[in-house]
C-alpha cells in the first residue's frame, strides 16, 4: 500500500514548515543559536514524521482483517456530540452534532471522547490525512499540516519522556536525545517544571510559524500516575501555540477536565453510516444488511469495531454466525482482552486479583443483581453500591470502592458508561449476555418459573450458553407449571438465539409440553423452533410411541401405545397428550 502523499508534495509542506517555524524561533532565540546544521536537521525530522504520519493517516488494519485497508473507503465520517453522555440529565438541552470537518476548522481545542472501538483514533487518522491530501474546504480549515503523537508508542515510565521531549524527537531538536521505546534504556535527564515549560514554549514558537494540528491519541493509554502530567503538558501547549490548535482523543472513561479544550463525545453509527461501511467493504451491502436486520445483536453493530468485526466475519464465511452467544462472547472478547493487547497495551488493574477473567465474572454477576434482582438497565450510584457491596467479598474487592472500581472498568472496557446522573451497560444484548452467562452456571429448575415470567430474555440465552441445551429447554420447561403466556416472550427470544438442540425424549416431552399450551396466535413465534431438524426429531421420536386414538373439534388426543413401557429411557411418559386440533394441524409435526 503506497502512501497518499507523495514525496514532492511533504517536501514542500516541510521546507514551508520549517522556514517559518524558524523565523519564530529566531525572534525569540539568538541567530547564531540556530545554524544551517540545525536547520537542516529539523527538515529531515519533520519530513521523517510527516511521512510517518501519512503512512498511519492512510491506512487502517483490525484484528482480524487480512491486511490493511485504505483509510477512505473503509471508513466514513462520525458525528460526535457537543454534549457528552455523562453530563446529560433529564433536563439537558437538546443535544447537538458537530462532523469531523468542524474539528478541522478554527482555533478551537478539542478533547474527543469515545468508547472502546467507537473511532477514535480512526478519526484522528482521517484528520491528518485530509490534512495531508485535501485542499481547505473553508476560511475556517486554517491547518496546514499535522504532528502526531500516538501515547502508547511513547515509555512514559523512563522518567525522560514528556510531551516536550517527544515534541522535540519529532522536530529534531537537536539538544534533546530520542525518547521512545526503542532508545528508553538511554541516560537522559528529567527537566524541571520550569525548564519544560520553557521547552515546550520553544516547541510551541516553532510550531506557530505555520498553522498546526497537533494530533494527540489516546490518553488513557499513559499510565495513570503520568496522566495529570501530561494533561498540564497538553493544556500549557494549547495556551502557547498562537497559530494551530490541540485535539486530543481518549476513552469517555478516562475523562478529565483540560481548561480551554472543547468535550465532544463520538455518536454512536447511524443506519445510513452502517451502509456506507458495509457498501465500501463488499460493494452489494444488502446481502449482509439482511442478515443483521433482525439479528439480536444487531445493536452491536452501531459501534465501528463491533461491525468491521461482524464484516470480518461475512466476508470470511459469507454469513454472520447464526449463534449471536457466539458473537457476544467475541465482543467482551474484544473488550476485555483482545483489544488492549492486540494493539500492544496492557492496562494495569488498580487490584492485584481483578485481572481480565475476573472482570469478567464480576460484571456477569452485577449485570444479573441489576437486571434480575432490581429490574435495572440504567442505574444510579445509590443502585451500584448496593449491588458491589453485596458482591465484591466473592472477588476480594473493598467494600467502600464502588466508584473507583466501576471506573476502572469502565475505563478498562467501555462495557459499563456513565449517562447523565446514571450508569448503564453500552449495549442491552451484552447486559443480557452477561447475565444470562451468570445463570448458565446455576440450577435453573427452582428459579425458572420466577425468572420467565420477570426476565426471560437471558434465560433463553442461558439456554443457547449452555452445554446441553436440551437438558437446559427441558428442565425449565418441565418447572413452569401453567405459566403459558410467559412462554411467547421466552420462546421468541429463543427462536432468536438457535441453541444447538439434540434429539431426544427429555427434548420432544418438552416441546410437546410447550404445543399443550399454545393457542394458535401463539403458534407463529414458535414455527422457527419447530423447523430444527433436532426438534423436529425428538418430537417423532416421542409421538411414536403414542396413538392417535381421539380427535374432536376442539382438540387431538394422543394416547401411550404401552402403558408398561411409559417409563423409557429413564424419561417418565405420559398416559396422554391432549393438544389443540388448530394448533395440532398447523404446526406440522405430527
Known sequence: ?????????????????????????????????????????????????????????????????????????????????????????????????????????????????????????????????????????????????????????????????????????????PEMKRVSKRNAGKEDSEPRKDERLAQLTRVADFLSGQWVLVLIDGLDEVPVAHRSTLGRDVVALADRLSTGKVVISRRSGDYQNLEGFTVVELCPLESEQVRAIVTSWLGDPQPFLDALRDHPAEDLASRPLFLAQFLILFQHGGHIPEQPASLYKNITDLMLREWDYGRGVVRHSQYADFGIQEKFEFLCALAHDLLISRHLVRFGSNDLELVYKAIAPRFRLPLDDAPLVVQEIESHTGLIVESGTAFEFSHLSLQEYLCAHYLSRKPLARIAARYIREYPEPLAIAVALSSDASATFAEIVTNLGEQGTALVPFARRLARERPRFTSSLELGMAMVAIIEKLTRDDLAIFLPLFADSEVRSAISRLTEKYDRSLETTDATTLFLKNLAGSESEDIKLPRFIRIRSDVYKECGLF
Request: aromatic share 4%.
Open 1 to 173: 500500500m503506497s502512501d497518499p502523499v507523495g514525496t514532492a508534495v511533504l517536501s514542500a509542506v516541510v521546507s514551508q514548515v520549517v522556514r517559518g517555524g524558524l523565523d519564530q524561533l529566531r525572534h525569540r532565540l539568538d541567530a547564531d543559536r540556530i545554524d544551517d546544521d540545525d536547520a537542516g536537521r529539523i527538515e529531515a525530522a519533520l519530513e521523517s514524521h510527516l511521512r510517518y504520519v501519512s503512512s498511519w493517516s492512510g491506512r487502517i488494519q483490525i484484528e482480524g482483517m487480512l491486511a490493511p485497508q485504505d483509510i477512505r473507503p473503509a471508513t466514513v465520517a462520525l458525528s460526535a456530540a457537543d454534549l457528552p453522555r455523562r453530563f446529560r440529565s433529564a433536563r439537558s438541552r437538546k443535544t447537538g452534532r458537530i462532523n469531523e470537518m468542524d474539528l478541522l476548522e478554527g482555533q478551537t481545542n478539542y478533547q474527543l471522547l469515545g468508547d472502546p472501538g467507537s473511532g477514535k483514533t480512526t478519526t484522528l487518522k482521517r484528520l491528518a490525512n485530509i490534512l495531508l491530501s485535501q485542499e481547505p474546504t473553508s476560511n475556517d480549515d486554517l491547518c496546514h499540516y499535522p504532528v502526531v503523537v500516538v501515547c502508547r508508542d511513547y515509555n512514559w515510565n523512563s522518567g525522560s519522556v514528556s510531551l516536550c521531549s517527544v515534541l522535540e524527537e519529532i522536530l529534531g531538536f
